[in-house]
């Protein structure tokens, strides 16, 4: 990514608006989040990109995710607008590619066709994962809600998963990921040997000026994903961070 430095981040010279940093969170408290995040294993795995909780932006966190968001929302600063975070986990297998899509109210999409979209999208990569990186590019909603302007991307952006490396970008931008064309051979087992058994995990981070309609974006109650949730240690530890 060709960048230049502001405050911290580096900031895209190509699209308006995207910025990276790295060691975005604690040290401790970023090896406590890998661990939980480890320890869903395969829960809800085929849904996990459509499994998405709501973080109200005073609440007191109730999870290592939102325990971790309020640390982001410190380098952020997503403004006045912002009124709560939708946040979900991504695991991704080897090889595999998440189409390009728009963050999106997928219940207003699916019954309108339109488009209501975040303030900011964005996501902390949890490992180390070069072979699919992140894609995003210069390409917004058009107003009718099914083109795309410009018609043919004219800049992109490559962002490579490292671990605690975070990346911040307006929420109307288009985006997926994309593995390498050896990494999709290797999963395709187009090209022999066995694809590697770690998935490709971040926690994606949603900073919105209203909430999402229902059925997504439930509240955190522990049921999904247990091992995500603070124990008193981990209330503890963080204080000390």
Request: charged share 25%.
């Given at each position: 990514?060709?960048?230049?430095?502001?405050?911290?981040?580096?900031?895209?010279?190509?699209?308006?608006?995207?910025?990276?940093?790295?060691?975005?969170?604690?040290g401790?408290?970023?090896?406590?989040?890998?661990?939980?995040?480890?320890s869903?294993?395969?829960?809800?795995?085929?849904?996990?990109?459509?499994?998405?909780?709501?973080?109200?932006?005073?609440?007191?966190?109730?999870?290592?995710?939102?325990?971790?968001?309020?640390?982001?929302?410190?380098?952020?600063?997503?403004?006045?607008?912002?009124?709560?975070?939708?946040?979900?986990?991504?695991?991704?297998?080897?090889?595999?590619?998440?189409?390009?899509?728009?963050?999106?109210?997928?219940?207003?999409r699916?019954?309108?066709?339109?488009?209501?979209?975040?303030?900011?999208?964005?996501?902390?990569?949890?490992?180390?994962?070069?072979?699919?990186?992140?894609?995003?590019?210069?390409?917004?909603?058009?107003?009718?809600?099914?083109?795309?302007?410009?018609?043919?991307?004219?800049?992109?952006?490559?962002?490579?998963?490292?671990?605690?490396?975070?990346?911040?970008?307006?929420?109307?931008?288009?985006?997926?990921?994309v593995?390498?064309a050896?990494?999709?051979a290797?999963?395709?087992?187009?090209?022999?040997?066995?694809?590697?058994?770690?998935?490709?995990?971040?926690?994606?981070?949603?900073?919105?000026?209203?909430?999402?309609?229902?059925?997504?974006?439930?509240?955190?109650?522990?049921?999904?994903?247990?091992?995500?949730?603070?124990?008193?240690?981990?209330?503890?530890?963080?204080?000390?961070?």
């Amino acid at each position: 990514m060709q960048t230049r430095h502001t405050g911290g981040w580096l900031e895209s010279n190509r699209i308006r608006g995207i910025r990276l940093r790295e060691d975005a969170l604690p040290g401790p408290l970023f090896e406590r989040l890998v661990r939980a995040v480890r320890s869903t294993g395969s829960e809800r795995l085929k849904g996990t990109y459509t499994t998405t909780f709501w973080f109200p932006r005073e609440a007191k966190p109730t999870n290592l995710a939102e325990e971790s968001i309020v640390r982001l929302l410190q380098l952020v600063e997503p403004g006045s607008e912002c009124i709560g975070i939708e946040w979900w986990l991504g695991r991704l297998r080897y090889g595999k590619k998440l189409g390009f899509h728009f963050d999106k109210d997928l219940t207003v999409r699916k019954e309108t066709r339109q488009y209501i979209h975040p303030l900011l999208s964005s996501a902390l990569y949890l490992n180390a994962f070069p072979s699919s990186p992140m894609i995003i590019l210069d390409q917004v909603p058009g107003p009718d809600g099914e083109s795309r302007v410009p018609e043919e991307p004219q800049h992109s952006e490559a962002i490579e998963p490292f671990p605690n490396r975070y990346v911040v970008f307006p929420g109307n931008l288009r985006h997926g990921v994309v593995p390498t064309a050896d990494a999709a051979a290797r999963a395709g087992n187009d090209a022999g040997g066995e694809a590697p058994a770690e998935l490709r995990l971040s926690l994606l981070v949603n900073f919105w000026q209203r909430r999402p309609s229902p059925p997504v974006c439930l509240d955190y109650d522990g049921t999904i994903y247990p091992s995500l949730r603070l124990q008193t240690n981990d209330a503890v530890s963080t204080a000390r961070e």
